[in-house]
């Protein structure tokens, strides 16, 4: 088939666009058939090529059908097949038709968009700038040549090699966009951002991400295909009802069936309808899958290019999108008021009131039912306060010689222990603590009024100096990220210096309860929302959202803290559990069998032992079996 025929519309191609499977259509053919493959999904993320049926994922630019076919690379050498009217063009080298020379064009040159003869071609490919341009036969030119060259070209500037790695917006960038749209952005090379991928294993970490997000959404189309097979039995129950008393009635019902046999159709048509959109959604979301899976599991994909690693952080991309994608299983309550007495019937409108309520049920996050499970081990209990002092645990952290506890009660008690469980002293600061760091030998507290305070309090001395912040917000956690505070607060998080001086204010969701900082300069917190909804974030240091992490099995999450290669801990305070993210917001384990977990420790001389406040009323040194 002509290569510059566009299969959908058999004409020449209008401003061609290449799809990854390597077909070319007009951008407008293209855009009419996405858009024609996305009605009734309620989250479209691709379509199936119109000539190989290939699953395509959609741009992860934009969430609107209508955008994805313009996001899609032109291709160049169609366009210039096209374009070139004359047929020298062709047939002739065009270095040797600058000289007023002819000779036969054996070859061409992608980059240039020169045809070359044989002489030229050998100069073209020991030229220092042109050497390593994709020079191919004439006779082999084809739709998949220009797939093989477009991954090492910049989308946005012309024959513009890929170079560099954007690492702030996770895109490749040639050197003009790194002057230009990124030249205050975090770059390096190709090279290096492959080197991360590798060093830190994340091409593994996803693909196990994405078997279970896959298997996930396997589960959740077969529990559409059982809610259609209910609803279709519930329909057809009332349409046999319908007919009993049609044949009890007989004239009369004839009269009267009509009307609600027509809603039943209408509402089974509509459901069906919107059932039959939300499989495909699910169809799409496990190709998307797979697709991604393929391209991470691929060996002969996997090196170091710019396609690869373009490719890597794409996906990257797209585990996100649709990690975040806001599903909902399609099901629908169909009802039927009959009339029960015969007498009724004449003076009735209708045979039956019938009533058709679609029922989302929201899916807000895909839930990884797989995350591999481990065991809380509790070692011993350190402290059990409950029955000597008749209060609550709200706090503890470890004093910078690792051999002593600070334990902060409601009562506004402190007591010093050490980690073998003696209590040696208790200590008043006239406040309840609600959540406290130590750095440098001053403790940073939040107090129950949600004033910031710094207490001066030598471990060994009785005697101890305060002062409270000036800040005008309510404070709730407190944390340390390098030699500085960072302060949770409603809607915001504070970076202070330890005087108090206000450095940053970056947004946040709700009323920020805990907040960790990685040593990238990211951040995680547990943010409470007006509905009392607790949800962890992890952003970037300008607020920007990078993840959100949710799931069945994590009930109101109460702390945070995090080991010496960054995973994270959440504390599950109704659901018994601490969860293990990495620092990218992947669900690692969960480790059962702790009661009421609060607040957590890691034990510096260990990477898998931690002091953890339970039931607020003991502290426990756990164990996490993996």
């Not at 220092?128 to 477009?150: C, D, G, M």
């Not at 319908?242 to 009509?258: A, D, F, G, P, V």
Request: charged letters at 25%.
């Amino acid at each position: 088939m002509d290569v510059t025929i566009c299969p959908i519309c058999m004409e020449t191609l209008q401003n061609p666009r290449c799809i990854p499977c390597s077909h070319n259509f007009c951008q407008q053919c293209l855009n009419n058939h996405i858009n024609n493959s996305c009605i009734g999904k309620d989250f479209p993320t691709g379509f199936h090529c119109p000539v190989c049926r290939k699953y395509v994922p959609g741009s992860i630019s934009t969430d609107n059908p209508s955008l994805w076919a313009e996001t899609f690379p032109k291709n160049a050498i169609i366009e210039f097949m096209i374009k070139s009217n004359d047929e020298k063009v062709l047939k002739l080298c065009k270095p040797c038709l600058n000289d007023n020379k002819e000779e036969s064009a054996s070859t061409l040159c992608g980059s240039c968009m020169e045809c070359l003869c044989a002489g030229c071609t050998d100069h073209h490919k020991k030229l220092t700038i042109t050497k390593e341009h994709e020079v191919v036969p004439l006779n082999v030119i084809n739709k998949s040549f220009h797939r093989k060259t477009e991954e090492n070209f910049c989308s946005k500037h012309d024959f513009r090699y890929i170079e560099l790695y954007c690492f702030d917006h996770d895109t490749p960038c040639c050197s003009v966009c790194c002057v230009t749209d990124h030249k205050t952005c975090k770059m390096d090379t190709i090279e290096t951002a492959f080197e991360n991928i590798e060093k830190d294993n994340d091409s593994l970490q996803m693909i196990s991400e994405i078997d279970r997000v896959a298997s996930h959404l396997k589960k959740l189309k077969e529990i559409q295909k059982e809610k259609q097979s209910k609803i279709e039995d519930k329909a057809d129950e009332i349409r046999d009802e319908s007919k009993r008393i049609r044949q009890e009635i007989n004239e009369t019902m004839e009269k009267l069936e009509h009307e609600p046999l027509e809603d039943l159709a209408e509402g089974m048509k509509a459901t069906r309808k919107a059932i039959a959109g939300n499989m495909e959604t699910f169809s799409d979301l496990i190709d998307l899958s797979n697709h991604c899976k393929a391209f991470l599991a691929n060996p002969s994909k996997k090196s170091c290019n710019p396609g690869y690693v373009g490719g890597f952080y794409q996906i990257k991309k797209q585990l996100k999108r649709l990690k975040s994608a806001k599903l909902s299983i399609k099901d629908t309550a169909i009802t039927a008021t009959f009339s029960s007495v015969l007498k009724e019937v004449k003076s009735s409108k209708q045979l039956a009131s019938l009533t058709v309520n679609e029922k989302p049920i929201s899916l807000s996050i895909l839930e990884f039912q797989s995350i591999p499970k481990g065991i809380a081990q509790v070692e011993k209990t350190v402290l059990d306060i409950y029955h000597k002092y008749g209060a609550r645990i709200n706090e503890m952290f470890l004093f910078e010689n690792d051999a002593d506890l600070f334990v902060c009660v409601d009562d506004k008690t402190n007591l010093v222990c050490t980690t073998s469980g003696l209590c040696r002293k208790s200590v008043h600061f006239g406040f309840t603590i609600l959540h406290a760091v130590m750095m440098r030998g001053k403790i940073y507290a939040v107090s129950n009024r949600k004033n910031l305070h710094a207490i001066e309090y030598l471990e060994n001395s009785a005697t101890y100096s305060r002062i409270k912040f000036n800040i005008n917000r309510r404070c709730f956690s407190v944390s340390v990220f390098q030699e500085n505070l960072v302060v949770g607060c409603n809607n915001a998080i504070l970076h202070l210096e330890t005087n108090g001086k206000e450095q940053k204010i970056i947004p946040a969701e709700g009323r920020v309860l805990d907040v960790i900082s990685l040593n990238i300069g990211n951040i995680v917190y547990i943010g409470r929302t007006v509905t009392g909804m607790r949800i962890v974030r992890g952003i970037e240091s300008n607020g920007r959202e990078l993840w959100k992490y949710e799931h069945s099995e994590l009930k109101r999450p109460w702390g945070l803290t995090k080991d010496f290669v960054e995973n994270i801990y959440i504390a599950g305070n109704f659901s018994n559990n601490i969860h293990m993210l990495s620092s990218a917001g992947y669900a690692l384990k969960i480790f059962e069998q702790i009661p009421l977990p609060s607040r957590m420790i890691l034990r510096k001389e260990s990477n898998d032992e931690f002091y953890v406040v339970s039931a607020s009323t003991s502290v426990k040194q756990v164990k996490l079996i993996l």
